[in-house]
């Protein structure tokens, strides 16, 4: 075995067991575990370290340092990108020659890169909640004082967030970290972005592989608009009058709807004292996110955490004694609402989503259930009809497998969420509707192998 030097972020023994006296390109097929992945200017594999799966990337020893040190700031600062794990420089094969230094980070569970966003058709509702979540992304960034550099849809993973998308970066190479952004360097990032939206569509477009509706350059327009909109929103002062200083609570509300906390409020008056000059500072995203970790442990997506917290508060208000604090409200609904429907999910079908946009996605499905058939239809049958006729046809987004990039080997197998959480049967049974692992019912002649949402 050739020397290396690791630069770890943790202690992950496994990472000295690789063969990094090999190029990544000649890496053993049992050592690759097969992933979708974007468009990259080098080399990029999948494997599986102590059970944890995560990405390689062969670069230059500075650039490897630069983007490891850049995304661990940005995980400090809890702006959503991947977690860097590791560096590792000085390799070289068994005859001596030098190769690529190589940056490790951790796979991000549930995430849907862009190129598998658009195996069938991209349609034209999909692709916008794609651009909205990258526009906030990059407000966020933006706020940070991170330059990005090199904006776009195949630099970003997705993952589903209660019927929209979160975006998080997964490529900070040409980022650059300042105290704040001049307009001038916003601007120029957001014409990358309009640009290299643009170019990706046309491509898209090039190969029928999108909705013929859709119109590349108006979409990447879009994307100027949605950030302008927030980034406003977010750090505009507002001028109001001596009579107007209820609307300071509105813009604060205005800000938590959106998703943000407020770290403090500047307010300033005149020297005639009729008008107030208001100045949010934003602390960041993830209001919504906060308060469903604070009240139940839960750690979710924005809008996973806005559903949540709206069934959360309407099953208060359905089932909770005044006198009950809202943390004790929140056990109760965590133990008798949201946990029976997660645990009532089969083992076989536990990669499929996440646990919160599972509880999501049940609630849709259980309000066009009560809908369709002009009643209350209850949590227990909901769950039941979705497993049946929903989840069962989804594929695994968990190791989103078979994805159209090219032939590529079979994934290793990890331990399931059930493993993971070393569930009993017994506790199953106490805190689930019951549902088992039996096969699922065979398909009929007409029915589609891909479900709706898979094409979302």
């Known amino acids: 075995m050739t020397p290396v030097s690791i630069s770890a972020a943790e202690a992950i023994p496994g990472l000295i067991t690789l063969p990094w006296h090999i190029s990544l390109e000649a890496w053993p097929d049992e050592l690759i575990t097969a992933l979708p992945k974007g468009i990259s200017r080098h080399v990029v594999r999948f494997t599986t370290i102590d059970g944890t799966v995560v990405a390689v990337k062969e670069t230059t020893p500075e650039l490897a340092r630069s983007e490891f040190d850049l995304l661990k700031q940005l995980v400090k600062a809890n702006i959503p990108c991947v977690e860097p794990l590791a560096v590792v420089t000085s390799r070289s094969d068994s005859a001596g020659e030098s190769l690529p230094a190589a940056l490790i980070t951790k796979h991000l569970k549930f995430s849907i890169p862009f190129r598998a966003l658009y195996s069938t058709t991209l349609r034209p509702e999909t692709l ?34 209660a019927g929209a ?7 900070a190479e040409t980022g650059r970290l300042y105290p704040s952004l001049t307009d001038g360097q916003r601007a120029h990032d957001l014409e ?33 608009a949605a950030y302008e909109s927030l980034w406003h929103a977010l750090n505009d002062p507002e001028v109001l009058a001596q009579h107007e200083l209820w609307k300071i609570h509105e813009r604060v509300q205005h800000l938590n709807d959106l998703g943000f906390d407020i770290e403090e409020l500047d307010i300033t008056t005149d020297e005639s004292g009729t008008t107030v000059r208001i100045q949010p500072k934003v602390v960041d995203a993830g209001h919504h996110a906060r308060r469903l970790l604070r009240l139940t442990g839960l750690d979710t997506e924005e809008n ?39 645990t009532s999910i089969p083992e076989r079908l536990e990669r499929k989503l996440e646990d919160a946009e599972v509880f999501h996605q049940v609630l849709e499905h259980r309000w066009y259930m009560s809908e369709r058939e002009k009643r209350d239809v209850t949590l227990e049958e909901a769950v039941r009809n979705y497993i049946e006729t929903v989840l069962v046809n989804r594929r695994d987004e968990e190791l989103l497998i078979n994805p159209p990039t090219g032939a590529i080997t079979a ?21 689930s509707f019951g549902i088992d692992d039996e096969e699922p019912p065979p398909r009929d ?6 479900d709706w949402r898979d094409l979302v």
């Not at 998308?165 to 490529?171: E, H, Q, W």
């Not at 331990?415 to 993971?420: I, S």
């Not at 002649?445 to 891909?450: N, R």
């Open 411 to 431: 994934a290793n197998r990890l331990p399931t969420k059930r493993q993971a959480r070393k569930r009993s049967s017994s506790s199953k049974k106490s805190m």
């Open 165 to 171: 998308f979160a975006a998080y970066l997964v490529d």
């Open 304 to 342: 996973q955490a806005r559903r949540l917290l709206n069934d959360l508060d309407e099953y208060r208000a359905r089932v909770s004694p005044t006198h009950l604090d809202e943390e004790v409200v929140a056990h109760m609904w965590l133990t008798q609402v949201f946990e029976p429907v997660v």
């Open 128 to 161: 916008r909640r794609l651009i909205d979540a990258l526009a906030l992304l990059l407000v966020r960034l933006h706020n940070y004082g991170f330059f990005w550099g090199d904006v776009s849809l195949s630099n970003t993973l997705f993952v589903r967030d």
């Open 192 to 224: 990358i972005a309009r640009v290299n939206i643009a170019g990706e569509l046309m491509d898209l477009q090039a190969g029928s592989r999108m909705d013929e509706s859709i119109d590349p350059v108006m979409i990447s327009d879009r994307i100027l």
């Open 445 to 450: 002649a007409d029915e589609p192998e891909v």
